[in-house]
């Protein structure tokens, strides 16, 4: 099975550009390892099965790039705690994946390497940030893959690639590892094929971690127990502002559709559900991400690891070539966006008011939970766009990430799962529930994807 993997990535790698790194040797010996426990019986359901790991995950000896020039060439000493769980469970890496710098973007242009293109259709985006990660699973080079969600950057590309993906609660996975981009709101989660496999990772990878102090001591359930093709007394709720202006006719009909099959299935649809505080949460966002990436990545200075400029004439002049050399252009607006909002006279103007916003948006779902199970809403507002469409334009860029940011800033679960086609192109259907209601999320979404047929379709990548 490794070895097939390992050839389909030569086939179709030219075409989709989902590896920052091929991992094949380290792939091999640990299928081979696989293939021993399964002799002696000694196994657990992901033994022997491919992964690929988001490019902002700690490997040890296997360099971690987070997709910049500043970390090209960066070894980790250590695994993350997710690397570690997986490789308990005898998990074969067969690579790192590309994605947006720091994970920064929503269209893995962001890469300072190259941009990866979307299977379905070479010439749009896969999404962002974990681009590789959610195209390499639509074009089959590897069975599952990990990525990281800190406004989307999970649900928004499985979106786009018509794959499944799941962001946790906060705290549901550790994080230790996980190179910080925004600490109160990056997750770690799981693309794969279908729901079945969605379980089984989570159920790998969740639990407490000494290591990381956000993570929940809760119990981890067997998510698999949850898959009950039935939706008998499930409450839907439909919140009216994800539907609105802004998101495209074809997307709200493919929606309206998936709704409508939703009920069929046994659930009640409430269309009287309103988050109203989460038309500020794209300017929350945007002031909260930066403000923690700009202390994040006040680190690399060039002093203790990564790229280092030294042709300067002072320390401190190195230390400005390194960032400046080091960072790519996005990487830098929101250092600076984060620098201004935590300074000396805005931070009250801005970051200590986008967090009272914040729990206003918490108090939205909170209330909107006390009527209903789980949301329904699109995971994007529009289909895939076509590379090079928005990258001039950030703001635009970071609209199309408007559906899946509130989750991230409320702290609650969301998954992305195929929901249909638009001239070919993937719509995703995102659900979200109550913190550590993945149980719900899964059980809604297994019961939808036994009823349809869309994550059956496969793309004929153009080679």
């Not at 969605?198 to 407490?208: R, S, T």
């Not at 909260?288 to 690891?305: C, F, H, M, Q």
């Amino acid at each position: 099975m490794t070895r097939a993997v390992l050839e389909r990535i030569n086939k179709v790698e030219p075409a989709v550009h989902s590896f920052i790194t091929v991992t094949e040797d380290i792939a091999l010996k640990q299928a081979e390892k696989a293939d021993e426990l399964l002799c002696k019986e000694e196994t657990t359901p992901l033994t022997g099965i491919p992964v690929l790991i988001k490019d902002v995950m700690c490997t040890q000896g296997t360099r971690t790039t987070c997709a910049s020039r500043m970390l090209e060439n960066f070894i980790p000493p250590y695994n993350a705690t997710v690397v570690e769980k997986l490789n308990q469970c005898g998990t074969v890496m067969v690579g790192k994946s590309n994605m947006d710098e720091f994970a920064m973007g929503s269209s893995t242009e962001n890469s300072a390497f190259f941009p990866t293109h979307n299977p379905w259709d070479v010439d749009r985006v896969p999404g962002g940030s974990s681009g590789g990660s959610a195209a390499a699973i639509a074009a089959d080079e590897a069975l599952f893959a990990l990525g990281s969600d800190t406004g989307g950057s999970i649900r928004q590309p499985a979106g786009f690639c018509s794959v499944v993906g799941l962001k946790p609660t906060y705290g549901r996975v550790s994080r230790f590892g996980l190179v910080a981009f925004a600490s109160s709101l990056d997750q770690i989660g799981p693309f794969t094929k279908d729901i079945t496999d969605c379980a089984l990772v989570l159920n790998a990878i969740a639990g407490q971690d000494s290591r990381d102090s956000t993570s929940s001591p809760r119990p981890v359930p067997d998510y698999t127990r949850a898959l009950i093709p039935d939706l008998h007394g499930i409450r839907l709720g439909v919140p009216q502002e994800f539907f609105g202006a802004g998101i495209q006719p074809d997307v709200r009909e493919i929606l309206e559709s998936a709704i409508k099959k939703l009920e069929e299935l046994g659930a009640s649809i409430n269309r009287d559900i309103s988050l109203p505080h989460t038309r500020y949460a794209l300017a929350v966002y945007y002031i909260i991400a930066p403000s923690e990436a700009s202390t994040n990545l006040a680190r690399y200075d060039g002093v203790k690891y990564g790229f280092s400029y030294r042709d300067a004439e002072t320390m401190w002049d190195n230390m400005d070539a390194t960032r400046q050399f080091g960072f790519g252009p996005e990487v830098k607006r929101r250092i600076m966006l984060g620098t201004y909002a935590l300074s000396a006279g805005y931070y009250d103007a801005y970051y200590l008011k986008a967090q009272k916003v914040r729990t206003l948006i918490r108090e939205d779902y909170a209330r909107a939970f006390e009527k209903c199970d789980a949301l329904i809403t699109p995971s994007s507002p529009s289909v895939p766009f076509k590379l090079g469409e928005k990258v001039d334009d950030p703001l635009q860029m970071y609209l199309s990430d408007i559906c899946t940011i509130p989750a991230n800033i409320a702290g609650i679960p969301g998954i992305s799962i195929p929901a249909g086609f638009s001239d070919g192109l993937p719509v995703g259907m995102q659900i979200m529930a109550p913190q550590f209601g993945e149980e719900i999320l899964l059980r809604t979404a297994f019961a939808y994807e036994q009823a349809t047929e869309w994550h059956l379709k496969k793309p004929q990548v153009k080679l």
